[in-house]
T-cell receptor
Framework: GEDVEQSLFLSVREGDSSVINCTYT??????LYWYKQEPGAGLQLLTYIFSNMDMKQDQRLTVLLNKKDKHLSLRIADTQTGDSAIYFCAERSTDKLIFGTGTRLQVFP | GAVVSQHPSWVICKSGTSVKIECRSLDFQATTMFWYRQFPKQSLMLMAT?????????EQGVEKDKFLINHASLTLSTLTVTSAHPEDSSFYIC????????????FGPGTRLTVL
């Protein structure tokens, strides 16, 4: 079945880069997404990548996709305290999104 | 663009009552909306897929008579938790899908339900 795994927690210093990793199992996924969730709020779409791409950059965000290893990563450059949140990766499987377990990013001064 | 609202943002009710949660796509039409449930410090669990003008498709293990979904228009879907019990307390999040190449889902802000 589909399964999306993420590390649970990441702590970085303000100004450093953050790298959040995700592994998925459905090789037929066409799109993969990164969402951000702040406490008590819904999910905010950050970026997505099509499965035939290796990399996508959007301002401070860089997504890397290794389709062979089914590995997705999100790099946040110059991490700020406002980036503290939970980050979910998701794969599009048939008609549904399968979410990862979420990575809690904590940014300290 | 692609804004999704939910109402109410939080609700407290007594055990045995029914609660309706609305999900609206504000600036686009959504033929498909999704309802998720999220327990504290956990990921989102898809409950059902709501298609405008037809019956919702429920995920395995989700009671359709307990969680009634209505998608009467292209901008509104409702989830009614019937005869709510404390174990139904959770964070309910809806999303609406934009029909496009990416079929991206945009999420509402969520509704926190507490059943006493």
């Amino acid at each position: 079945g589909e399964d999306v795994e993420q590390s649970l927690f990441l702590s970085v210093r303000e100004g450093d880069s953050s790298v959040i990793n995700c592994t998925y199992t459905d090789s037929s996924s066409t799109y993969l997404y990164w969402y951000k969730q702040e406490p008590g709020a819904g999910l905010q779409l950050l970026t997505y990548i099509f499965s035939n791409m290796d990399m996508k950059q959007d301002q401070r965000l860089t997504v890397l996709l290794n389709k062979k290893d089914k590995h997705l990563s999100l790099r946040i450059a110059d991490t700020q305290t406002g980036d503290s949140a939970i980050y979910f990766c998701a794969e599009r499987s048939t008609d549904k999104l399968i979410f990862g377990t979420g990575t809690r990013l904590q940014v300290f001064p | 663009g692609a804004v999704v609202s939910q109402h109410p943002s939080w609700v407290i009710c007594k055990s045995g009552t029914s609660v309706k949660i609305e999900c609206r796509s504000l600036d686009f039409q959504a033929t498909t909306m999704f309802w998720y449930r999220q327990f504290p410090k956990q990921s989102l669990m898809l409950m059902a897929t709501s298609n405008e003008g037809s019956k919702a498709t429920y995920e395995q293990g989700v009671e359709k008579d307990k969680f009634l979904i209505n998608h009467a228009s292209l901008t509104l879907s409702t989830l009614t938790v019937t005869s709510a019990h404390p174990e139904d307390s959770s964070f309910y999040i809806c999303s609406a899908r934009v029909v496009s190449g990416t079929d991206t889902q945009y999420f509402g802000p969520g509704t926190r339900l507490t059943v006493l």
